[in-house]
């Protein structure tokens, strides 16, 4: 059995170090240049994280990022996309008024390749406390072969920027779609498989469900109920006790 857990990053600063840990890892060993500004967003208040983790040794096997739109940041995907279609910042900016965020830094590593808990259940997941932070959309930024299970979930390809949504990224021999999720209440453009499933997670955030996947079925725990879902007034005691700390 494995686990997907989502937390606020600030109320678990050790997952997010094994987290940026395990993601470095993963990257090095496919030949990405990991930076020294990679892991910038441990302990971030507007970062939600989830975890893919095994329970017999708490070992973290994956995980994904939800960072929310404020103001004074960029979404991961603008500083990529900006450079060859500046166009991303406005399409963001009409989604930020409602709230919205971006899952990214998706990864698993090798333990668990083939089980789907990177491409699959961790998109999943995010999908489904999407309500818990209150956010009127969602974007990602992915890869040709995870398209389709994006779609699956309610993501749509953002067709008015780049060409109908794609781009040469990381790479110039790789393309990668930007895709958003318009309706994370109701999940109108979602398969009625994967519609049934989020909304069974939303009700209930803790539940063990056996997950079917080709290469071997396995029971899969979700632990997606936040402890501190409300980042909007944790953000806002979070400045108000900086400019009281700065009149001291």
């Not at 840990?21 to 990991?34: D, F, P």
């Not at 008024?97 to 899952?103: H, M």
């Not at 309706?183 to 989020?198: C, G, H, L, M, V």
């Not at 501190?228 to 001291?248: A, G, I, Y």
Request: aromatic letters at 8%; glycine letters at 6%.
């Amino acid at each position: 059995m494995y686990r997907i857990r989502a937390f606020w990053a600030p109320d678990d600063h050790q997952a997010c170090v094994g987290f940026a840990e395990g993601h470095a890892n993963v990257l090095r060993e496919i030949g990405v240049k990991v930076t020294s500004g990679s892991d910038d967003w441990i302990d971030d208040p507007f970062v939600y994280v989830l975890v893919a983790e095994d329970p017999d040794n708490d070992e973290i096997v994956g995980g994904a990022r939800i960072h929310i739109a404020h103001q004074g940041a960029e979404l991961p995907m603008q500083s990529a996309i900006a450079r060859v279609d500046p166009k991303i910042h406005d399409v963001v900016a009409a989604y930020a008024a409602e709230g919205t965020c971006e899952v990214c830094g998706l990864w698993n590593s090798r333990k668990v390749s083939g089980k789907g808990l990177g491409i699959s259940f961790l998109t999943r997941a995010a999908a489904a406390i999407s309500e818990q932070i209150d956010v009127g959309s969602m974007f990602a930024l992915v890869a040709k072969h995870t398209l389709k299970m994006s779609r699956e979930k309610g993501m749509l390809p953002v067709t008015n920027v780049g060409d109908n949504g794609k781009f040469n990224y990381p790479r110039l021999n790789l393309v990668a779609t930007a895709v958003v999720l318009k309706d994370p209440k109701t999940f109108a453009y979602a398969s009625p498989q994967e519609r049934a499933i989020i909304k069974s997670l939303k009700e209930e955030p803790e539940q063990i469900r056996m997950e079917y996947w080709p290469r071997g079925d396995f029971e899969l725990e979700y632990l997606l109920k936040l402890k501190s879902p409300d980042w909007r007034t944790l953000n806002k005691v979070n400045n108000q006790t900086h400019e009281l700390r700065k009149t001291l």
